[in-house]
Each structure stands twice: as structure tokens, then as C-alpha cells.
């Protein structure tokens, strides 16, 4: 499995979309900064910017859609192409092939967010200052928790995004019905205590910025647990039973 | 004598929607064979394969491969092969080394094998271009250098010829008759280019709507003994008459512009001598063997029925 993931991080790395995306996050951070900037009631700092930019620009709507375009890229395309039957032919299993991809994909959200943490607080501290010299320990505490919590929701949705890529072969029609359900989940979630319950919720959690509370994360980490084991097993199923045709 | 038995299917089928695309398929591939897998469009060709590399799932039958059964023991049974299903797909984006270099760490081999393959089909030097700047014989030797990565004693070529100019073709066919005697390496390649089957295998089968037609070695097959005499004329019904009046063994069937005769060797001078001293219309007349073509065209008649 270690063989599989360290192909998709040389893919990754040696092809130009990881460096698009990043830089398409950060150029995300440093609008909403301008924003921020213009508006001279927002008494903003490094530390409250943080959760502006986490929901503002980068979690409605980009690191989502970034997510949909790599799982397009490493389960749909890597299918059509005819790129993952060669994979197959090594000899390694398929629960290997797909559990690394799966994992790849999680590191990735990971590897976003982090670009979202420390990118908004380089942007926010060089544009806004520090604030509160006393509080800014506590505050980069809560707000690295307040990002964490938002990884396992992400990676929910990205598993959830995964299993309906294996069902797709067109990369294209994979984005538009990935993008579409971001969308739509994006409205859903705002329906009162719906986002508890559903693959995505946690990433939408905006209200929740201002009280961010033991309870709320441990409902939305429970929720996209239980989704990211149940879509692992789905993929794993639909994997084994699937033909490689292409 | 006989060599030993690399890889045979035994019964393999395969349904899809309740249609069988492979059925009750039993072939075998002997160490050292080019063996030529031939069959029309749709007849079965490219699943028969995926099925051999435990691709898709078979309705019935098995695959053994070194003495491993695929379903079973199928990281063994894929341990000594390798294979060009299809089109040879890359990653675009990646050069030809890189992406040989996925391959080399699946299979846990070190990089200094990728550049041995490289230079086997001759690509060291093109071996940091993109691939997405690979001309299509490129790609086809880059697919062949991923094939013989894990130093295979079976190698599968599906179509290794396709979308080749004849000067690629060439090329290809000289690299599998060179790896074949070089590296001892046996080989199970499929395609629609009769006459590049014939010049590079030595044993065929003969796939139609699923079903093996025939297997056997080429010679044996097209029994040399025999001769194709192609006569053109408009004078039809006279030259069979003056054939059927000779005292030798023959078969003939009209064509457009004439008569074709099936006959042993050496008759073709008194049928020539008969046609002339009859004073029979003749544009041309011309002997050759029997090919692959021909065999092939008698073997799948009736087959290209397209659904």
C-alpha cells in the first residue's frame, strides 16, 4: 500500500495541478484580506482573520471544489485513461489500491488546510498585525482546533466524492456532479441541526466559529467518522467487484 | 517435444448482460511461442486478455499462469508477466522515465532497471520528453519497455501495432522478433495485421464470436504444400471447364475478376500450359501461398455480424 501512496504523492508533485490549487487558496486568502482591509468596522487581526478566511473564501467555496478535481484526477481519470489497469497488473491487491488512494486523498485535505492555516495567518499578520499580544497562544490554539475540526468533515465529503468516482468515467461529468453536490450540501447544511448528520456538514460550520464548543466538534467528528468507515468499506466493495475495462 | 506449458485458459467465459463475449475459451501457450491471438472486432480479443491478468471477473473457467492459478494465487501467477493491454496509456503529464519509475516501485525494482528497458527499445535518449510529446510509435515502445520492466518470462502485446504507419510497424515487429531471441522471452500478441502475425508467430489461435476456431502453429495451419493460383479473366465458365478436365486435385471458388484455384504445389505450369494452348482470355495469372489472410478470412466467415 506504502508503494501505491508514494506514486500518487510523485504524481502529485511532478504535475502542475497541486501547484495551481495552492496557489489559486492562497490568492483566495489574500482577496478576502482585501476585503477585510476595506472594510474599516471589522477590527480585524491575524487571529480572527484566520476564521473569516477558513469561512469565507477557502471553505465556501474552494478547498471543496479543489477536493472534487483530485478525486476526479486519482479515481476517474486514472480509470479512463487506462492508467489504473497497468497498476493492477503489478500484482497488488485492489483494497491496497484503493485504501492508498483513500489516504492520499485525506492527506491532501490535510495539506490544504494547513496551506489555508499558514498562509492566512502570514497574509493576516503582515496585513492586519498581531492583535492582542497576551491572547494570540490561545487564540493559535483555538483556531488551529477550529481547523482541525474541519478536516474530518472534508475528508467525509472527500470519500463520500470517491465512491461516486469510481461509478464515473468522465473526469468531466465526475467534476460537474462533485461541484454540484458541494453546492447543494453547501444550502442543505444550513437547515437547523441538518449539518450534524450529513457527510459534509462540518465544513459549513460557520455558525459555530464564535462557539466553538466540545459538543458541536465531537457531533461533527462522530458523523464524518461513521460516513468516511462506511464510503471506505463502499469503495472497497464496489472496487473488488468492478471490472477494468478501460 | 513439446515445451512446457507457460499459461492456458481452461473453459474461460465471460457474460456481459447475459451475452457471452468469451465462451468456453481453452488455450495454451507453450514456453518460447510468439503466439498470435487473432479474431475479428467484438470477437473476444482484448476481454480474453483482461481476463488472463485477473482484470475482469470471469463467469466460469480458470487462468493459469506459471503453474498459478490467476483467481487463486493471483500475485504470483502475475509475478513473471507482463503486458500492453489497449492503447499505451501514461501519465501525460510525467516523462517516460518518471513514468517507468511507478512502475519499478510497484514492483519494488530499482530505478537502474528503467534505464535497462529504455535502452532495450531504444528510448534512453527521448527518456526525459514528456510523454505527451511522444510520437504514437513512442509510446507503443515506452508500453513494450513497461511490459519487460519485472523481467518477464510471458509478455502480452494487445494490438502493438495499432495506429502505426507500415515504417512503425516495422520497427515494432523487429523489436519483438529481437526481444524474443535475445531475452527468451515468450510472447502472446494480438492483432488485426494478418501478414504481421504470420512474419512474427510461430503458433496462432483463431478467436470467433468468443469461441476458439483453431489453434495450432502456423505452418501446420497453412500447409505449405498448397498454392493459391489466381487467374483473370472474363472467361469464367471455359476456364472451369478446362480446369475440371485436368487430372489433378483442385478446389476453386470465383471471384470479380476471375477464378482462384487451391492446389498442391507444382500444378501451376500445366494449368498455365492448358489455359494458353486453349486459347483462354487471360489478363493474368498468378501463383502464391496460402497466407494467413486467407486462412483467416475462411475461419471467421460468417462471424462479422455486427450487433
Sequence with gaps: ?246 | MENKCLLKTEKLTKEYRGRKVVDNLNITVHEGDIYGFLGPNGAGKSTTIKSMLGLIKLAQGRVVINGYEISKEREKALEKIGAMVEAPSFYTGMSGYKNLCLYANLYGLPKKRVDEVLQMVGMIDAKNKTVSKYSLGMKQRLGIARAFINNPSIVILDEPTNGLDPQGMKEIRKLIQDLSEKYGVTFIISSHILTEIQAVCNRIGIIGNGQLKVEGYVEQLLNTDEEIIEITTKEKEKTVRLLNSLNIQLKYEQFEGGIKVRTKKGNFQSINKTLVNSDVNMVNISSKENSLEDYFLNMTEGDRKYA
Design chain 1, 1 to 246: 500500500m506504502l508503494k501505491v501512496l508514494k506514486n500518487e504523492f510523485i504524481k502529485m508533485f511532478n504535475g502542475k495541478k497541486f501547484y495551481i490549487l495552492a496557489l489559486l487558496v492562497i490568492i483566495s486568502i489574500v482577496i478576502e484580506t482585501i476585503m477585510g482591509k476595506s472594510d474599516v468596522q471589522s477590527h480585524m487581526n491575524a487571529q480572527n482573520f484566520f476564521t473569516s478566511a477558513l469561512f469565507g473564501m477557502a471553505m465556501k467555496p474552494f478547498v471543496p471544489m479543489f477536493m472534487v478535481l483530485v478525486i476526479a484526477e486519482a479515481f476517474t481519470e486514472d480509470y479512463s485513461q487506462g492508467t489504473m489497469k497497468f497498476s493492477l497488473m503489478t500484482g497488488i491487491k485492489r483494497s491496497e489500491l484503493i485504501f492508498a488512494k483513500l489516504i492520499f486523498i485525506a492527506l491532501y485535505a490535510v495539506i490544504f488546510m494547513l496551506i489555508v492555516f499558514v498562509s492566512s495567518y502570514i497574509v493576516g499578520t503582515i496585513t492586519f498585525g498581531t492583535g492582542i499580544k497576551g491572547e494570540f497562544f490561545n487564540n493559535f490554539i483555538y483556531n488551529a482546533k477550529l481547523c482541525a475540526s474541519v478536516i474530518l468533515p472534508l475528508i467525509s465529503f472527500s470519500v463520500v466524492m470517491s465512491f461516486v468516482a469510481l461509478f464515473m468515467n468522465n473526469s468531466g461529468a465526475m467534476i460537474g456532479f462533485g461541484i454540484g453536490i458541494d453546492l447543494i450540501m453547501m444550502m442543505v447544511d444550513r437547515i437547523k441541526n441538518v449539518m450534524y448528520f450529513t457527510f459534509s456538514g462540518g465544513m459549513y460550520s460557520t455558525g459555530f466559529a464564535g462557539e466553538f464548543t466540545t459538543h458541536n466538534v465531537l457531533m461533527f467528528t462522530i458523523t464524518a467518522c461513521i460516513y468516511i468507515a462506511t464510503f471506505s468499506l463502499l469503495d472497497l466493495i464496489v472496487m473488488r467487484k468492478k471490472d477494468i475495462v478501460l
